[in-house]
């Protein structure tokens, strides 16, 4: 099963509405309407909303006397109307729409001839605009401020032509400098979606070079909320990028204090918000800040049952999934995977639950997290059972990730004793891997590793991997080699298996001890 599948576009809508939202549809429809037709929509609402998958057959049966290009224009009427209903109930949740809605009522007192009325309903709206930082809404409001002004003589023309025409340019600027720091933040989130951590030089450099060609040179001396905002956003994706945690802590901070210094804008950019808390467990959870961690979590817990969150299905879903995250992460920094395993059905329904709405991104993460945490268990069948849906994917997101999946899918084949598929699935893997050029040292050492050993016996085995485990242990403090350790604690497995303890208590001895530190 793979996320956010494509479906009809009605079809996820009505999924995507709550109880209060589907009473609230009714009663509009109710108002708004007598006729007939209306009954119609009613009904294909309803149909609509039974269904478990979208069956356009079964409801055309269903719809009787209904043609199929009629249909196709009663889906077209419901969806629209759906819309409208959801823009009346979620105006006042929505400073966008609060200003928008200003802006409407400008343009109808306009088209009255009352002028003087819609200049002053724009300045409400320009007001609402400013305190809010909602730039991009301005150059809106400021061109049918204009028209009036240029068609019509309404107050003192000479000063207003001034006033508007400083208000614009300054506008302009502030859109461009966000415009800037907003796409960067936006194609470094993507290189790294596509690509994950830079494997080399030659990646680091080119991300390097991409930031120094697209970061304004003055964009330190900025002080509005949105040109900070982005501007810690890029940092912190080229940080990690780099893989340089130290840095990437440094900006998740800074783009979380935004919002500290002004708690008004956790409301209107709440998502923004979500976002800088994950990002902010990512970094604590990279560096294992592990009271930090506790406590950033708490603060998103905390965040998720308040009703901002829970009334909009966007914020509910993020917090679900980012949540899921960074509990699973927790147990990975204390050791206690096999209570771990018991977040994992819970996620999977709640997963299954909202599956359209969740991005593939995000389902190929939480699905190794799982298979990880299987892993840590000593449960490798169930390991290899998540990784197989990460394999057997079509998707060309993170592909390091995917070669990560396969190479924990080898280790799971080889703690299972199947040595008789090792061989193909270790020349399968490295193909996979030195084709998409995501082998480091430590990839390298573990097949050489994997090849000597098979044919050992246990007490052949035992030196070499000690001697294995020499080899690769130097190398955590390069910050080119470190993604494998993120990616796969394979130092903690080694040191289990030189010691033959499990995994879990390996880890949870490492993590009393930084306690203690």
């Keep these: 099963m793979m996320s956010n599948r494509q479906a009809d576009v009605l079809f996820m809508l009505i999924k995507s509405l709550e109880k209060a939202e589907k009473r609230h549809f009714k009663l509009y429809i109710n108002r708004s309407s007598a006729r007939a037709g209306e009954l119609k929509v009613v009904r294909l609402f309803d149909l ?3 269904q478990r998958e979208y069956n356009e ?11 199929k290009s009629q249909f196709a224009n009663l889906k077209t009427h419901l969806y629209r109307e759906i819309l409208a209903s959801l823009r009346l109930l979620k105006r006042s949740d929505s400073i966008d729409l609060e200003i928008n809605e200003l802006f409407d009522y400008a343009h109808i007192l306009y088209k009255k001839g009352l ?4 200049l002053r309903m724009l300045e409400k709206a320009k007001e609402l605009a400013r305190n809010y930082d909602k730039i991009n809404i301005i150059p809106q409001l400021l061109s049918l401020e204009k028209r009036i002004e240029g ?5 003192q023309v000479e000063f207003r032509v001034d006033e508007i025409a400083r208000e614009s340019a300054a ?4 859109i461009r400098r966000v415009g800037q720091l907003s796409n960067l933040a936006l194609k470094l989130f993507s290189w790294f ?7 080399d ?11 120094q060609e697209h970061l304004p040179t003055d964009a330190w001396s900025y002080t509005g909320f949105y040109e900070r905002l982005y501007l810690y956003q890029s940092l912190s994706w080229f940080s990690f990028i780099r893989q340089d945690f130290v840095q990437y802590y440094r900006y998740a901070q800074k783009w979380v204090s935004l919002f500290t210094e002004e708690p008004a804008r956790i409301r209107t950019e709440t998502g923004h918000y979500i976002k800088g808390l994950h990002t902010l467990l990512n970094a604590q959870f990279d560096l294992r800040h592990h009271r930090a961690f506790r406590d950033t979590l708490h603060r998103l817990e905390a965040l998720s049952q308040t009703p901002r969150i829970l009334q909009n299905d966007n914020f509910r879903i993020q917090c679900f999934v980012y949540l899921s995250t960074a509990r699973i992460n927790g147990h990975f920094m204390d050791g206690s995977f096999k209570q771990g395993m018991k977040l994992i059905p819970q996620i999977e329904a709640e997963l299954d639950s909202v599956e359209l709405f969740i991005d593939s991104h995000r389902w190929l993460v939480l699905n190794y997290k799982f298979a990880m945490l299987c892993f840590g268990s000593g449960e490798y069948g169930r390991c290899i059972d998540y990784l197989r849906r990460i394999i057997d994917s079509t998707t060309n997101l993170r592909y390091d990730l995917q070669c990560y999946a396969r190479l924990l899918h080898l280790l799971a084949h080889y703690e299972l004793g199947n040595d008789s598929l090792m ?7 490295y193909r996979f891997m030195a084709r998409l050029k995501n082998l480091t040292a430590i990839e390298e050492a573990m097949f050489r590793f994997l090849r000597r050993s098979l044919p050992l016996s246990p007490r052949q085995l035992q030196p070499e991997l000690v001697k294995f485990l020499e080899e690769i242990k130097y190398l955590e403090k390069d910050r080119f080699q470190t993604r494998a350790f993120a990616y796969l604690d394979v130092i903690s497995w080694l040191e289990s298996k030189v010691q033959r303890k499990p995994m879990a208590d390996i880890v949870r001895a490492k993590y009393l001890s930084s306690k203690r530190a």
């Design 48 to 50: 609509i909303d039974k």
């Design 57 to 67: 057959d079964s409801l055309l049966k269903r719809m009787l006397g209904v043609t």
């Design 115 to 118: 002028y003087l009325a819609s």
């Design 151 to 155: 068609l019509h003589i309404t107050r």
């Design 171 to 174: 506008v302009i600027d502030q």
């Design 193 to 199: 979606v596509q690509h994950g951590h830079a494997r």
């Design 201 to 211: 030089q030659s990646d680091e450099t080119a991300v390097r070079s991409f930031l």
């Design 423 to 429: 061989e193909s699935l270790s020349k399968s893997t």
